[in-house]
């Protein structure tokens, strides 16, 4: 081993004997008695920088989140009784439609409204500091503009009702175990007397509370027959997560699964 001196101290080449050379390491004086070593040309920011910094990369995450991966919604009314409340914080899932999942029977999503459906329904306006933070996710948004029902059919399902039911998709009729006691499944009055067939991209959906929603049967003139677009479609609840005694999840109902 042979030493030479170089500009900041003493380095040692290692002679690997191969004709290679070694690996070379800078020895240089240590920090005097009582000094703190410090890593070079690293600064700490002052907390009056750095709060505010941890804020806005806070924020921008909550905003990632409620824009791609799930967002909390609040429920505006009973037209999904007794399955969710007037005021139940929903979550819902926007991931899985970006890898091309589409809604299947008995889910209940959450959907843009498709054709003026909110009209003549006075809606409570949200405070400023609710839309700052429902912008983000960090609050629930207020429901403007978006409506949450259940799928009954998609593409190429017919679904159809005759006096107060039972609703059949396909012919069969369904057990709806989730329909709000005390109503019938179908209504016996204009637009509750329907037999359509779901065209592709659309969705036909129903509130649980039959006799206190206007979901796609009284919206079968609205250009689209009552339909939801899948492009309106925001994603699935999966649960509610507010208020904690409400809390449950919102799998898609037996009736629904193949075979039923």
């Not at 920088?49 to 429920?75: N, S, W």
């Not at 159809?160 to 609703?167: D, F, H, R, S, V």
Request: glycine residues 12%.
């Amino acid at each position: 081993m042979r030493q030479e001196p170089t500009e900041s101290g003493r380095a040692d080449v290692t002679d690997a004997g191969d004709g290679t050379a070694g690996v070379a390491t800078e020895t240089r004086p240590g920090p005097e008695a009582g000094e703190t070593p410090r890593a070079p040309g690293r600064r700490r920011l002052s907390p009056w920088a750095e709060y505010p910094l941890l804020a806005v990369v806070a924020l921008g995450l909550a905003f990632l989140i409620k824009t791609f991966l799930v967002q909390a919604f609040l429920i505006p009314s009973g037209s999904m009784q007794n399955t969710l409340q007037e005021d139940d914080r929903v979550l819902v899932d926007k991931l899985t439609p970006w890898f091309g999942s589409e809604p299947d029977r008995g889910e209940v999503v959450v959907f843009r409204d498709p054709a003026d459906w909110l009209a003549g329904h006075e809606l409570k306006p949200p405070g400023t500091v609710q839309k700052a933070l429902g912008f983000v996710g960090l609050m629930p948004a207020a429901g403007e503009q978006h409506l949450i029902k259940r799928v009954i059919g998609v593409a190429g399902d017919t679904v159809e009702c005759a006096g107060t039911g039972p609703l059949k998709l396909n012919g069969t009729p369904l057990a709806e175990p989730y329909v709000y006691e005390g109503n019938t499944p179908c209504s016996d009055d204009e637009g509750g007397r329907f037999k359509v067939t779901v065209p592709a991209g659309r969705l036909w959906v129903m509130g649980d509370h039959r006799q206190a929603s206007q979901d796609s049967r009284y919206h079968q003139n609205d250009g689209h027959g009552g339909m939801v677009p899948l492009t309106d479609v925001v994603g699935r609840a999966v649960v509610v997560a507010w208020p904690v005694p409400h809390w449950s999840p919102l799998p898609v109902p037996d009736t629904f699964e193949p075979g039923n």
